[in-house]
Nanobody, 124 residues
């Protein structure tokens, strides 16, 4: 199994940028499918970005063109570069890992391991 720890959250103004990081340990990092989700107060967990089984990246429509998901296998770390942040991006952001790449990467229930989350707050 794998353990995940997120970092890089904070409080910024609309239009600013942040880079989130998720460090993994305890597993063979390169064999897991990685994804990012977020959850705002009073709302359900929402898909943000993920690597698919084919190695491509996918993004939710709400963040496409503003967020970039990258991976560093040597450091066992994935990153979420967030640009042009909006107040509606305010949420706790979670890193997740799935052991079966064939499962839908946008479905939270298909992930086996989760980090503790990091808070992102965007003010107007």
């Amino acid at each position: 199994q794998v353990q995940l720890v997120e970092s890089g959250g904070g409080s910024v103004q609309a239009g600013d940028s942040l880079r989130l990081a998720c460090a993994a340990s305890g597993g063979t990092f390169s064999t897991y499918g990685m994804g990012w989700f977020r959850q705002a107060p009073g709302k359900e967990r929402e898909f943000v970005s993920a690597f698919t089984w084919s190695g491509a990246t996918r993004y939710a429509d709400s963040v496409k063109g503003r967020f970039t998901f990258s991976r560093d296998n040597a450091k066992k770390t994935v990153y979420l570069q967030m640009k042009s942040l909006k107040p509606e991006d305010t949420a706790v952001y979670y890193c997740a890992a799935r052991s079966d790449y064939s499962r839908n990467s946008a479905e939270a229930n298909n992930y086996d391991y989760w980090g503790q989350g990091t808070q992102v707050t965007v003010s107007s």
